[in-house]
């Protein structure tokens, strides 16, 4: 992995925070609509401390304590690519999907410490819970009323490439380092994505080397890299990333774990917006000008607006959809929804 430090010279720091507690980091989190650093606020995990006491070793002992008795889904990279788990030139996967007991996947990482040509060993996005009996409880920051889906990112040094996510992201660094490259959401355009179906992790990911980015094949990165904000991530530190930001991460170290707890700010009763994105793309992108022109006019009217005024002149509780959706008619939508997608 080439070295970024000249390159995150020139960018933006993301804001840092220190000694919040949980009750400060809730309230931080409820005003926050742009990144921050909390810095040291898992320092005394016993997973974090494992890894600073023990390296990473320590730190694999301390994780196969909690793993269940069960196969482990595991991407392996090819050796001598610098940990970027990417497209190959055929624009499929550079890396191979496998299962394994989570010991066999760290004798793995154990026969190829310090090996220049190691292979990318990564476990990613795991549901904690799913895979290790307690290891949560032990290591968790209090995130209060929020309903958090809780993930545990483990393996050797990686490069992901800039993606988004819908929901809301805290990321904590555990063991090793790890530097975080942010981008606001609406850098999309300037971040040149790539396929929005076929994605090495169901994102669609930035088409750009962030490390040696290729200015005459994407000169609009230029200004992207204008808007972006950078941090490198020690072990007990968090990093926020709001809904939709897009974030390069590099774990930087020879072993690296990350936990994340991802939370919606809106109701659970609501959709995707991303697979009404999809069927747009199926349904309206390709009409002509002028229909797809009195589509936009028709989600301006009905979805953009909010819905303001598109139901007034209907009799109140005689609304439908054009009421804000509550769960039971949220439940109706899909139904239907179901039913003719499925013809």
């Excluded at 400060?24 to 606020?41: E, Q, Y």
């Excluded at 996947?105 to 009996?133: E, T």
């Excluded at 999809?278 to 022109?293: G, M, N, S, T």
Aim: proline letters at 7%.
């Amino acid at each position: 992995m080439a070295d970024a430090a000249p390159r995150a010279a020139r960018m933006a720091a993301i804001p840092v925070v220190r000694d919040l507690t949980p009750v400060d980091l809730n309230a931080r989190l409820k005003s926050s609509s742009t990144p921050f650093v909390a810095r040291g606020i898992a320092r005394d995990w016993p997973l974090v401390r494992s890894g600073v006491e023990g390296g990473g070793k320590g730190a694999r002992d301390y994780l196969l304590g909690y793993a269940r008795d069960r196969s482990f889904e595991v991407n392996v990279g090819q050796p001598g690519r610098g940990g970027r788990l990417f497209y190959d030139s055929d624009m499929q996967m550079n890396f191979r999907m496998g299962r394994a007991s989570l010991a066999d996947i760290f004798a793995g990482i154990d026969a190829n410490v310090d090996k220049p040509d190691a292979p990318v060993i990564y476990l990613s996005s795991l549901a904690i819970r799913d895979y290790f009996d307690g290891l949560d409880d032990a290591n968790r920051i209090d995130l209060g009323e929020r309903r958090t889906r809780d993930s545990i990112w483990i393996g050797t040094r990686t490069e992901i490439a800039a993606h988004n996510d819908l929901p809301h992201n805290l990321a904590v660094c555990a063991v090793g380092r790890r530097r975080f490259t942010l981008f606001p959401p609406d850098s999309f355009a300037d971040l040149y994505l790539g396929p929005l179906e076929n994605t090495p992790a169901g994102r669609a990911v930035s088409m750009v080397d962030l490390a040696n980015p290729d200015f005459g094949r994407f000169p609009r990165f230029r200004t992207a890299l204008a808007k972006a904000q950078a941090a490198v991530l020690e072990p007990g530190d968090a990093l926020f990333i709001p809904s939709m930001w897009y974030h390069h991460v590099e774990g930087l170290d020879a072993f690296n774990v990350l936990v994340n707890y991802w939370w919606r700010e809106t109701p659970l009763h609501l959709g995707d917006p991303e697979q009404a994105l999809l069927h747009a793309i199926l349904a309206v992108r390709d009409l002509p000008d002028a229909a797809r022109e009195r589509w936009r006019t028709l989600f301006d009217h009905y979805v953009f607006s909010g819905g303001a005024g598109a139901g007034d002149h209907l009799p109140e509780g005689k609304r439908g959809i054009l009421d804000p959706l509550d769960p039971e008619a949220a439940g109706r939508l899909r139904a239907f929804l179901l039913r003719t997608l499925s013809q």
